[in-house]
C-alpha cells in the first residue's frame, strides 16, 4: 500500500513539475517584472499581495506586453528573504519595503530619475534617505510619524487637565494614572522596535545617535542625562516593569484595550484601537511628543522605499512604465488608507489630507520630520540598539551607551 | 487475591495518567479559549470569555488555510516516505554489517542532525535555486527529509541491533531469504522503532517553518507555519486566528499518531501471541 | 541526501566564518582568525556558555527523568489508556514556536492567565509588578524557559522509552516474578539495562535538540534584556543580524561543543558496553 502511495505522489509531483516548467515556458513571450513587497498586513485577509495584485492587474490590462509577478514577504522576514535572493544573484526587478543602500554602492540599483518620470513628487525630505553619493536610488512610497497618543477617559478619571508637555509633566501624569492601577507610561524598549522609542526621548533633551556633523554621538552627555530621566521613571514604577523585555506590539494592544495612559505611537494604532473596541473615539487622543522642556519641533519620520534592480538592464522601460503607474495618487491614497500609513508623494499627501483629514497632525509634521541616521552601518547598529538598550535602564546607563558607541565606530 | 489486586492498582494508575495527560493539554487549552475570545474582551483578566466568538474557527477557511493545509499534508507524508524508505534499509545494513567507517557513518548522521537549517539557509537555497526547484512542493519534500534521515537511521539502528541475530539466521536456515527475513521478521520486531521514526519525521517536517520560508514565494506553495506567520504583524498580533489556526493545525498529527498507536498495539499482540 | 541536502551548507558555514562579510551578506575578502577574536572578545560570552551548559544539564536530565516514570505510568494497562496517550502527544504535535507563544502570553505581567491564577490563589496581589512580570526578569524568565523546553521535550522522550518498553518480552519479566524479586528489583535489574538503546537514542537526541533549541528563547525573550538570557544559538541568531563572520564563527563554536559532547559520550557508553 505504501509503494503505491508513493508512486502516486511521485507521479503527481512530476506532473506538476511540468506544468510549471511548460507555464514558464509560455510566459517569457512578453516581459515579466518580479516585485517583492514587504507585507503591511496582519493575515492573509489584508495581505498587502491583493493591493499589488490588484495595480499589476490594472496595469497588465492597460499594457498587455508587462506582466508583473507579485510576491509579499512577512515585514520580519522581508531583509533576509531580500538578502538571500540578491546573494544568490536571483534580484527583483523591483523591491518596496526596507532600503539598503549597499545596494546602491554596489551598483545594483536603477537611479530614481532613469526609473520614474517624476522624480520630484515623492517626498523631498526622505529622499536623502535613499540616496547614495549624491544620486537618490530609494523612491519614498510610504511613511509614518509618531506622536504622543493618550488615553482620555485614564486622563479624566486621574483629574489631568491635558497630554503632557515636558518630561516632569509626563512624570507626574504617568504616576496619577499608575494609581489607578494602569500603566502609566508604556515605554517599549523591547528588541522589537527600541530604535524608533529611544530616538524621540533622546531628541527631547536635544540629542540623537549623530552629532550636527554625522559623527556617531551615541553616548553624548545629553543623551546620558536622557537614559537617566528614564530610568528614574521606570524605578519609580511609573511604566510598565522591565521595559528592556517589552515589544511595541503587546504595548499597542495594551493601549488599545484601555490599559495604558499614554505612550508614542502612530497611525497604525488608529485600526487596532478600532479592532479592540474598547475605546471609543472621544476616549483616546494625539498630541506633540513630550520634550525635556517643551514639546518637540520635529518628531521622527519613517519612511519605506521602492527600489528597483538593474539586472541586466533590459527591462528599465517596463520598470519605468509600471512605477509611473503604481505611483498614481489613487493608489498612494488607497494604500495609506488600507494600513493607516501616510503617502510618500507630495501630491499624494495632498490628495490624502482631502480623503482623511483626522490624519492631517501626521501629515503636516513629516516635511520636517526627523530621521534615522543615512549610514550604511546604521543597520547594524540599529540591532545593538534594539538587543542592548533595554540594559540601559538600570545604574549605569553610560556603560551600555559606551558600548553601543564602540559598536558604531567599529561598523565604521 | 490476584484477582483482586490489580483493579484498584489500573484505577490509580488510570487517575495519575489522567492528571498528566491534562497538565500536558493545559496550554492548548488556553489556546483554544484565547482563540475563542472576541476582540474586547481579549486582554481580560478572566479564564473564559463572557462571550464565545465561534467564527474565528469558521472564518479561518475562507482564507488560503485549506491549501496550507494540503501542502503541509503533502510535504509531511511525502518526506516521512522518502525518509523511511531510505532509512529502513541504510538502519538495517549499519546495525546488522560490520564495514569500515561504521561509527564514521554513525557520526556522520549525528553531526548533521546538530545543525540548525538557520546556519544554511543561504546554501540551501543555492542549492535548489540550481536544481530549479525554489517553490515547489519536491524542494520542502527534500530538505525535510535530508535533514531528518539521519534521526531516522539512528533511531531504527538502535532497534535493529536489539533484535537477536539468531532469529534471522533460523529463518534464513529455514530457506527465507534477506529480503524475507526483513520483512517478516525484523521489521514487525522493529515496527515500535519504526513507528517513532516516522512520527518523529512527520513532526519535524509538519512543522518546519525556516526553510520553507525561504525556498516558497507565493501562497500557492506555503506550508501552514509560514501562513500561520503571516498573522504575526508588524504592529499587532491576530491572536485569534493565530491560535485558532495552530489548535487546528495539531489536529493532523494526533489523528495520524492515534490511527498508528494503533497498529503498534496490534503488531506487539501478533508478536506475542507468536 | 544528507550529504547534498545537509554537508555542503555546514562547508559554506565554516568558510564564512573565516570571511569578512558586509551586514547584508557580500563578502569583502579574508578575514583570517579574526571572526573568533571578536567572538572571545564579547563581554556576554562567558555568562552565555555558563547559561548554555545549566540549560543543557538541567532540561536533559529532568526531562529524561520525568520521561521514565512517565513510560512506566503509560505502559501499565488501565482504562482509557489510549486516550490518555493521544493527549500526551500534543506539546510535541504542535509547534515549538507556538508552545512557547502560548506560554508567553500566558505569562503576561497584566493579564496571563497564569498570572489570573496566581492572582485568586491569593499569591500575586498586584497586577503589573515586578513580580507578576515573569519574563522580564532574567534569572526567572531563564527558569521559565527551562521549564517549557521541559514540557516540550517529555512527550519524545516518553515514546522512545514506551517503544523501548513494549520491545521487551514479558516472559523476562514473569522469570523474574518466579524467581521472587520484588518491583523495584526488576525494574533495576532487568528493565533498566534492557531498556538502554532507547534510552541512549532519546538522551542523545534530547542532548542535540536541547544544545539547538532556538524558538523557545527568541520566542520568550529573544535572549533579552541585552544577551542576558541567551544561548549559544541565540547568541549567534543575535549576531547574524549585524555581524554575519562572527556570527557563523559562533556555529562552529557550537558545532565544536556539540561534536565534544558527542565523542565524549560515545567513548563513555561503548567503555561501558564493553565492561558490561
Known amino acids: ?412 | 487475591m490476584p484477582a483482586i489486586k490489580p483493579r484498584p492498582r489500573s484505577l490509580a494508575y488510570a487517575g495519575l495518567a489522567y492528571i498528566v495527560a491534562a497538565i500536558f493539554l493545559l496550554p492548548y487549552v488556553e489556546m483554544v479559549v484565547s482563540a475563542l475570545r472576541p476582540a474586547n474582551e481579549m486582554l481580560d483578566r478572566t479564564y473564559v470569555p463572557t462571550h464565545w466568538n465561534w467564527h474565528n474557527f469558521v472564518d479561518i477557511w475562507t482564507t488560503d488555510f485549506g491549501q496550507s493545509l494540503r501542502i503541509s499534508l503533502e510535504v509531511a507524508s511525502g518526506s516521512t516516505l522518502l525518509v523511511l524508505l531510505a532509512a529502513i534499509p541504510a538502519a538495517y545494513y549499519t546495525a546488522r554489517y560490520r564495514f569500515l567507517g561504521r561509527t564514521t557513518f554513525l557520526l556522520l548522521v549525528l553531526v548533521t542532525q546538530m545543525f540548525q537549517p538557520t546556519a544554511m539557509l543561504v546554501g540551501i537555497y543555492r542549492e535548489f535555486l540550481s536544481f530549479g526547484l525554489i517553490d515547489s512542493v519536491i524542494a520542502l519534500i527534500l530538505v525535510n527529509a535530508g535533514f531528518n534521515l539521519a534521526f531516522a537511521v539512528w533511531i531504527l539502528n538502535a532497534y535493529i541491533s536489539a533484535i537477536p541475530v539468531e532469529l534471522e539466521e533460523a529463518a534464513s536456515i529455514d530457506g527465507a531469504s534477506r529480503v524475507g527475513t526483513l520483512f517478516r521478521i525484523v521489521l514487525p520486531l522493529a515496527l515500535p522503532g519504526i513507528v517513532t521514526a516516522l512520527i518523529f519525521t512527520f513532526i519535524n517536517a509538519w512543522n518546519e517553518f525556516i526553510v520553507a520560508l525561504t525556498l516558497t514565494t507565493s501562497p500557492a506553495t506555503e506550508p501552514l507555519t509560514v501562513m500561520l506567520n503571516s498573522y504575526i504583524g508588524q504592529y499587532q498580533v491576530d491572536w485569534s486566528h493565530l491560535f485558532a489556526g495552530s489548535v487546528i493545525a495539531t489536529f493532523p498529527v494526533i489523528i495520524l499518531f492515534a490511527l498508528i498507536e494503533g497498529k503498534v498495539v496490534s503488531g506487539l499482540t501478533a508478536g506475542s501471541i507468536k | 541526501m544528507i550529504a547534498v541536502v545537509v554537508l555542503w551548507p555546514v562547508v559554506i558555514m565554516v568558510r564564512t566564518a573565516f570571511q569578512k562579510i558586509s551586514p547584508d551578506g557580500f563578502i569583502l575578502g579574508q578575514a583570517g582568525w579574526r571572526n573568533f577574536v571578536f567572538l572571545w572578545q564579547e563581554p556576554a560570552l562567558p555568562g552565555i556558555l555558563v547559561r548554555t551548559s545549566i540549560w543543557v544539564l538541567t532540561v536533559v536530565v529532568i526531562t529524561m527523568l520525568i520521561a521514565l516514570a512517565m513510560a512506566q505510568l503509560f505502559n501499565q494497562e488501565f482504562p482509557g489508556r489510549r486516550v490518555a496517550r493521544w493527549a500526551l502527544i500534543a506539546p510535541w504535535a504542535a509547534s515549538v514556536v507556538m508552545t512557547a507563544i502560548v506560554f508567553r502570553w500566558s505569562l503576561n505581567a497584566d493579564n496571563g492567565i497564569i498570572n489570573v491564577a496566581l492572582h485568586d490563589l491569593g499569591l500575586m496581589p498586584v497586577y503589573g509588578t515586578d513580580a507578576a512580570d515573569w519574563l522580564g526578569r532574567p534569572v526567572v524568565a531563564f527558569a521559565w524557559m527551562m521549564l517549557v523546553a521541559i514540557f516540550v521535550s517529555v512527550p519524545f522522550s516518553t515514546y522512545a522509552l514506551l517503544a523501548g518498553l513494549q520491545a521487551i518480552p514479558t516472559e523476562t519479566y514473569e522469570a523474574a516474578r518466579i524467581d521472587g524479586a520484588g518491583a523495584w528489583r526488576i525494574y533495576i535489574a532487568i528493565t533498566l539495562p534492557l531498556l538502554r538503546p532507547a534510552f541512549i537514542v532519546a538522551l542523545l537526541i534530547n542532548v542535540m535538540n536541547v544544545f539547538n533549541s532556538f524558538p523557545i528563547i527568541w520566542e520568550m525573550t529573544r535572549g533579552g534584556p541585552g544577551h542576558q538570557t541567551s544561548t549559544t544559538t541565540t547568541f549567534m541568531y543575535q549576531l547574524k543580524q549585524s555581524y554575519i563572520g562572527e556570527s557563523a564563527a559562533m556555529s562552529v563554536v557550537n558545532f565544536a561543543l556539540v561534536l565534544l559532547i558527542v565523542l565524549v559520550y560515545l567513548r563513555a557508553t561503548s567503555v561501558q558496553g564493553r565492561a558490561a
Open chain 1, 1 to 412: 500500500m505504501h509503494t503505491v502511495r508513493f508512486r502516486s505522489l511521485l507521479l503527481g509531483t512530476l506532473t506538476s513539475c511540468f506544468l510549471a516548467l511548460s507555464g514558464a515556458v509560455a510566459a517569457q513571450a512578453d516581459t515579466v517584472l518580479t516585485l517583492v513587497a514587504a507585507d503591511y498586513g496582519t493575515g492573509p485577509a489584508d495581505s498587502s499581495l491583493k493591493y499589488w495584485q490588484t495595480i499589476a492587474d490594472a496595469f497588465h490590462a492597460a499594457n498587455p506586453a508587462i506582466t508583473v509577478k507579485v510576491q509579499t514577504v512577512n515585514w520580519n522576514d522581508f531583509d533576509t528573504k531580500i538578502q538571500t535572493m540578491v546573494q544568490n544573484r536571483q534580484y527583483p526587478d523591483i523591491t518596496e519595503g526596507d532600503y539598503f543602500s549597499n545596494y546602491a554602492q554596489e551598483g545594483l540599483l536603477f537611479k530614481a530619475r532613469e526609473v520614474l518620470s517624476d522624480p520630484g513628487n515623492p517626498m523631498p525630505v526622505f529622499t536623502q534617505l535613499g540616496s547614495y553619493d549624491g544620486a537618490q536610488y530609494g523612491i519614498p512610497f510610504t511613511t509614518s510619524s509618531r506622536a504622543l497618543f493618550y488615553n482620555k477617559k485614564l486622563f479624566a478619571e486621574a483629574g489631568i487637565a491635558g497630554a503632557p508637555k515636558t518630561w516632569d509633566e509626563l512624570m507626574t501624569d504617568a504616576g496619577k494614572i499608575r494609581a489607578l492601577g494602569h500603566i502609566g507610561y508604556g515605554l517599549p524598549l523591547g528588541p522589537e522596535e527600541a530604535q524608533a522609542e529611544t530616538l524621540l526621548w533622546l531628541l527631547g533633551n536635544g540629542g540623537g545617535y549623530q552629532a550636527a556633523d554625522g559623527a556617531w554621538a551615541i553616548n553624548s552627555a545629553q543623551n546620558v542625562e536622557t537614559l537617566q530621566f528614564m530610568t528614574k521613571l521606570v524605578q519609580t514604577g511609573d511604566t510598565e516593569p522591565n521595559p528592556g523585555t517589552k515589544n511595541r506590539a503587546d504595548l499597542l494592544a495594551q493601549f488599545a484595550h484601555g490599559q495604558v495612559g499614554m505612550l508614542n505611537g502612530l497611525t497604525a494604532l488608529l485600526p487596532i484601537i478600532k479592532q479592540a473596541g474598547v475605546l471609543t473615539d472621544n476616549d483616546w487622543g494625539t498630541a506633540t511628543i513630550a520634550g525635556k522642556a517643551g514639546p518637540l519641533e520635529k518628531t521622527l519620520g519613517v519612511c519605506d522605499f521602492v527600489a528597483a534592480f538593474k539586472g541586466d538592464g533590459s527591462k528599465r522601460e517596463a520598470i519605468k512604465q509600471f512605477l509611473d503607474f503604481a505611483y498614481q495618487d489613487k493608489y498612494q491614497v488607497a494604500f495609506a488608507e488600507r494600513y493607516n500609513l501616510l503617502p510618500g508623494t507630495t501630491s499624494g499627501a495632498a490628495a490624502f489630507a482631502k480623503v482623511d483629514p483626522a490624519l492631517v497632525p501626521f501629515l503636516s509634521a513629516l516635511p520636517k520630520a526627523v530621521q534615522y541616521p543615512n549610514a550604511p552601518a546604521w543597520a547594524q547598529i540599529k540591532t545593538q540598539i534594539q538587543q542592548n538598550i533595554g540594559t540601559a535602564i538600570g545604574p549605569d546607563p553610560k556603560s551600555v551607551l559606551d558600548a553601543i558607541q564602540q559598536a558604531a565606530l567599529k561598523a565604521n
